[in-house]
T-cell receptor, first 109, second 113 residues
């Protein structure tokens, strides 16, 4: 099956940029996603990128996709305390999503 | 409804008992999915419904797990003879198109004691 890898933890100072990285194995994915999970809550779709795109920007979020290296990243500009959460990378395989284990982002003052 | 609703939000059950978890998808969403999230791990796919049919049940861990969907709406995930390893958060999601813009519910946290 699809293998999606993420680093487990990221600590960032408030106001700095956060970069969360993800690698995957299936090159046939059509859409690649970033989800955010806050404590006790379900997963919230943050953004997604179509596989024929290299970059997508959405307000403070920038998604970069390197298909050759099968590498996806999420950059959060001007990180705020409300950005503290677990971020999941996910790639599609038909109707299924394969998820990484999640990156816990901690924002420190 | 406005979002995907799951109930109960928390369930504690004794080992060996049966449990039913319910999911109300967004109205009009034809696709419905169940995933399981164990502590500190990513999500594992369990089952996919298109309408009331389940073309892919490949993620169900054992024959103790079953799911149904009726009226192209509500889905129930049933776990029989629960075991401690079944303890997890069970997440339901629905979408209008397959795997495009999944909307997740808040999940049911199942604890088997």
């Amino acid at each position: 099956g699809e293998d999606v890898e993420q680093s487990l933890f990221l600590s960032v100072r408030e106001g700095d940029s956060s970069v969360i990285n993800c690698t995957y194995t299936d090159s046939s994915s059509t859409y690649l996603y970033w989800y955010k999970q806050e404590p006790g809550a379900g997963l919230q779709l943050l953004t997604y990128i179509f596989s024929n795109m290299d970059m997508k920007q959405d307000q403070r979020l920038t998604v970069l996709l390197n298909k050759k290296d099968k590498h996806l990243s999420l950059r959060i500009a001007d990180t705020q305390t409300g950005d503290s959460a677990i971020y999941f990378c996910a790639v599609d395989n038909d109707y299924k999503l394969s998820f990484g284990a999640g990156t816990t982002v901690t924002v420190r003052a | 409804g406005a979002g995907v609703s799951q109930s109960p939000s928390n369930k504690v059950t004794e080992k060996g008992k049966d449990v039913e978890l319910r999911c109300d998808p967004i109205s009009g969403h034809t696709a419905l999915y169940w995933y399981r999230q164990r502590l500190g791990q990513g999500l594992e796919f369990l089952i996919y419904f298109q309408g009331n049919s389940a073309p892919d049940k490949s993620g169900l861990p054992s024959d103790r797990f079953s799911a149904e969907r009726t009226g192209e709406s509500v889905s129930t995930l049933t776990i029989q003879r629960t075991q401690q390893e079944d303890s997890a958060v069970y997440l339901c999601a629905s979408s209008f198109y397959e795997a495009y813009g999944y909307t997740f519910g808040s999940g049911t946290r199942l604890t088997v004691v």
